[in-house]
């Protein structure tokens, strides 16, 4: 294919329409026909990255291979393409400004006014093209963070429509917008979405696609007064309905001929239909489950489930493989002590604590394993939660009563979980964690050799702490061995206890890499754990 196709997804009348999610099921039926197609957030906000943000604020942090601390959505589009995404696929206004700011200081400019146009939108569009620059991609679908009419967003729309006016034909515009149904008057309403267009094309954007969000179907009366407002034609009013799984929208999205509409604009052919035979498998999997099981997920961001976005959709993944319905229990650490855990925990087929950072909750992480290793209830520990099962393990089989990890209590006499060496001279909280993928070898007679097939894994990284090898001998005379470890360091990734029937605890974030396409190991073993015992339960 010749140039590059650059494709722009804005959002209006509300956030939390879903615009990675549709971009995500755009790309998967484009892929599916062949295209090879990466997908790239630009989020407005000032924070270099999303690291350095509470959970609360934005939902789960997202890592990818190289190390980047990236916005959720990334999440989906690996879930749905099956292919890494990198820094590259991730800018923030902060990032933006700090290099125009960087050049600026290095005298860069020659002495010129630095301004938002051109220098900052300058700077947009060479991240926007640095993706399509590396000439692995047909096709680079940009998601615009935000709403429409949003302050922060201007300098990134102002961006769209140089680009679409540069590149004609190679460039076309998504909005994503909202048709409320306003249940007095029993009908679906246009004008918000009227005037989110206007607003657009106030900036000088004329969206060529609209994808509405909607409750009720649209009708064709409706699209042709929508195609009429907003200057679309009417078969590029797509009506996007609420879905039973996010997993579906490719296939609704498909029916309503997005992604024909789509390679019509930017003059691709149609002929080949997309190849989504894999895609229903899935799906059929979810919708008719033969098992139903119910896994307790442990952590102290629980009111807000985005917190945990690829570990709760890594496990709808091994559902799908299990033929098995996955229930996740929500529990707060917080609230669990030891007099309430067999309250909290009862009948659980398998638990998971999860990862996190601080004091806060940590205690019921650890009340939560000793109740998990003492019952032999299937146990996944990711990153912190793997790092409360070494504690637990210290203080109950071990004997050290006072055992901990130096981040919540630096003075402890057992650090059986302690600060890295290298992070010793860190000074900065954003971007120093130890962050990506690194391989880690397996013990050839471990359960998670069993579960991977291969020596030799590699997985991603977002931590400060680590397993203190000062205190390796003493837990594998007493039953929780290494498992895995990192080849070039000896840092210690993975624990399990042999004489449990499923005791894992990993230092890595495994829920990263589950896709549709791949589900992670590691997940369906629990899952398939989980049905195990929830038939003996
Ligand atoms: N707080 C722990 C550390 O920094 C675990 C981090 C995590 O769970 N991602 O090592």
Not at 156 to 167: A, D, F, N
Request: charge should be negative; include cysteine.
């Amino acid at each position: 294919m010749s140039n590059t196709k650059y494709i722009f997804v804005t959002g209006g009348v509300t956030s939390s329409l879903g615009k990675g999610i549709i971009a995500s099921s755009l790309a998967t039926l484009l892929q599916a026909r062949g295209y090879s197609v990466t997908i790239q957030k630009l989020d407005p906000y000032i924070n270099i990255d999303p690291g350095t943000l509470n959970p609360y604020e934005h939902g789960e942090c997202y890592v990818t291979n190289d190390g980047a601390e990236t916005d959720l959505d990334l999440g989906h589009y690996e879930r749905f393409l099956n292919t890494a995404t990198s820094q590259a696929n991730n800018v923030t206004t902060g990032r933006i400004y700090k290099t125009v700011i960087e050049k600026e200081r290095k005298g860069d400019y020659l002495g010129k006014t630095v301004q938002v146009i051109p220098h900052i939108t300058d700077e947009i569009k060479r991240r926007i093209k640095i993706l399509g620059n590396t000439g692995e991609f047909d096709i680079v679908i940009t998601e615009i963070g935000g709403t429409v009419g949003d302050i922060e967003a201007l300098p990134y729309i102002e961006t769209v429509r140089q680009m679409r006016w540069e590149l004609g034909e190679d460039c076309l515009v998504i909005h994503l917008t909202l048709i409320p149904y306003l249940t007095a008057a029993g009908e679906l309403k246009t004008k918000p979405t009227q005037h989110s267009v206007k607003a657009l094309q106030e900036s000088g954007v004329q969206p060529d696609i609209l994808v509405c969000r909607a409750e009720h179907e649209l009708g064709d009366e409706m699209k042709r007064k929508l195609a009429l407002f907003c200057n679309v034609k009417k078969d590029a009013v797509i009506e996007a309905l609420d879905a039973e799984s996010i997993y579906a929208v490719p296939i609704l999205m498909h029916k309503e001929k997005l992604d024909e509409v789509t390679l019509r604009k930017l003059n691709l052919p149609t002929k080949n239909e997309p190849d989504l035979q894999h895609w229903r498998d899935f799906l059929s999997r979810l919708k008719y489950p033969e098992h139903e099981v119910e896994i307790g997920l442990v952590g102290k961001y629980v009111e807000l489930k985005d917190s945990y976005k690829s570990i709760s959709e890594a496990l709808i993944h091994a559902g799908s493989v299990n033929q098995t319905q996955v229930k996740i229990r929500w529990i707060h650490s917080e609230r669990l002590t030891p007099e309430n855990i067999q309250r909290n925990l009862k009948d659980l087929d398998a638990i998971l604590v999860a990862p996190g950072f601080g004091e806060r909750g940590f205690e019921g992480k650890i009340a939560t394993v000793q109740f998990a290793r003492e019952n032999n209830i299937p146990f996944l520990g990711i990153c912190f939660g793997m790092q409360a099962s070494v504690i637990e393990f210290a203080r109950n089989v071990l004997g050290h009563k006072t055992a901990n990890s130096s981040e919540i209590d630096p003075k402890t006499k057992y650090p059986v979980i302690d600060l890295m060496e290298e992070q010793k001279k860190v000074v900065n909280y954003g971007g120093t964690m130890r962050l990506g993928a690194n391989d880690c070898q397996l013990r050839a007679d471990s359960l998670a050799y069993k579960i991977y097939g291969q020596e030799i894994i590699s997985e991603r990284h977002r931590h400060r702490f680590e397993f203190n090898n000062k205190f390796l001998e003493k837990y594998e005379k007493n039953g929780m061995i290494a498992t895995g470890t990192n080849p070039k360091t000896g840092l210690v990734e993975i624990v399990e206890i042999p004489s449990h029937p499923f005791f894992i605890g990993v230092q890595f974030h495994p829920e990263y890499k589950s896709t549709v396409a791949a589900p992670h190991p590691l997940f369906v073993h629990f899952v398939k754990a989980a049905n195990l015992q929830s038939s003996s339960n």
